[in-house]
């Protein structure tokens, strides 16, 4: 099975960065997966590393660290919109398609 | 394009009695998914269909749900007869392949009395 954990809260102010940590154990991997998630909304997709390194999306880069089952969300120039939940997600190697949810990481930038 | 339709968007029901939970996923998606969060919890899986085929239903709770996806295009998730722990939001998802982050849908807020 998979373990994740991600910190429960994190506070931010608008204009800096913030850097969201995901550890995992698992029976395998074959990806890890950044959802962003506003209050009363879906989630939607943010970013996917299956190799270890970074992955920089405009304001957003996602790392990854396999050996130390590690994974951390950059969020630069932060914005009040990025208040939110963060999920990180664990893909399963038995099912490739399933992945398995920490319970998401609430983030609010203040001004 | 249109995204991941859900209907409805919340339904409360008595215990005992029966709901069915549809999911329309981007047009052309073969995977679909259907996750659950309940209160103050992760969100969990559920099912994965490929197409019409059930890929893995490893996370359904038990033989009072029953999910289908006639056709491989629509799916419907029934939970007959519901229990108050079957409260919670019921996420569908599509993907095109394997290795592409999900499309969520708005989710469906079952609240069971």
């Known amino acids: 099975g998979q373990n994740i954990d991600q910190p429960t809260e994190m506070t931010a102010t608008e204009g800096a960065i913030v850097q969201i940590n995901c550890t995992y154990q698992?029976?395998?991997?074959?990806?890890l997966f950044w959802y962003q998630q506003h209050a009363g909304e879906a989630p939607t997709f943010l970013s996917y590393n299956v190799l270890d390194g970074l992955e920089e999306k405009g304001r957003f880069s996602s790392f990854l660290s396999r050996s130390k089952g590690y994974s951390y969300l950059l969020l630069k120039e932060l914005q009040m919109k990025d208040s939110a939940s963060y999920l990180c997600a664990v893909r399963d190697n038995t099912n490739a398609g399933k992945s398995t949810f920490g319970d998401g990481t609430t983030l609010t930038v203040k001004p | 394009e249109a995204g991941v339709t859900q209907f409805p968007s919340h339904s409360v029901i008595e215990k005992g009695q029966t709901v069915t939970l549809r999911c329309d996923p981007i047009s052309g998606h073969d995977n679909l998914y259907w996750y659950r969060r309940v209160m103050g919890k992760e969100i969990k899986f559920l099912l994965h269909?490929?197409?019409?085929?059930?890929?893995?239903e490893s996370g359904m709770p038990n033989n009072r749900f029953l999910a289908e996806r006639t056709g491989g295009t629509y799916s419907t998730l029934k939970v007959q007869p519901a229990e108050l722990e079957d409260s919670g939001v019921y996420f569908c998802?599509?993907?095109?392949?394997?290795?592409?982050?999900?499309?969520f849908g708005s989710g469906t807020r079952l609240t069971v009395v």
């Open positions: 698992t029976s395998g991997f074959n990806g």
């Open positions: 269909f490929v197409k019409e085929s059930k890929q893995d």
């Open positions: 998802a599509s993907s095109q392949g394997y290795w592409d982050g999900y499309t």
